[in-house]
């Protein structure tokens, strides 16, 4: 199903979410609300007002995220589900962040080994 937010169109809710950076939940739910148009621009005014939303730092494995929507972004997931799951606490919802943590930081190190490796035999 075709999408019209701001003014773009975008070929699916999925790929609209993505480019707005917000759940397709969010796309769905503004779409049968009828407003599109303030889409992934968050609460407007009523937050900016009370200086908007603390952040929640928090230390998975040894890296530090500034906030929870920072780790929702490391690990590729949205942020309403991770803040679902770090508020919620259970055993399996957290192993599954910190399942994602460690393959995140995993391919990380593969990545930079690699480049290390392509340095090296430049160097040679």
Partial sequence: MRVCIHGKTYPDVKTAAAALGVCPDTVYSALSRGNLNTCGQGKGNRTVKRGGIPKKPITIHGRHFESIADLAK???????SVRHSVANGTAASMTRIHEAV??????????TLKQRQEASKLEE
């Fill in 74 to 80: 490391f690990i590729g997931r949205c942020k309403r």
């Fill in 102 to 111: 460690l393959k995140k930081l995993w391919e990380e190190d593969v990545l």
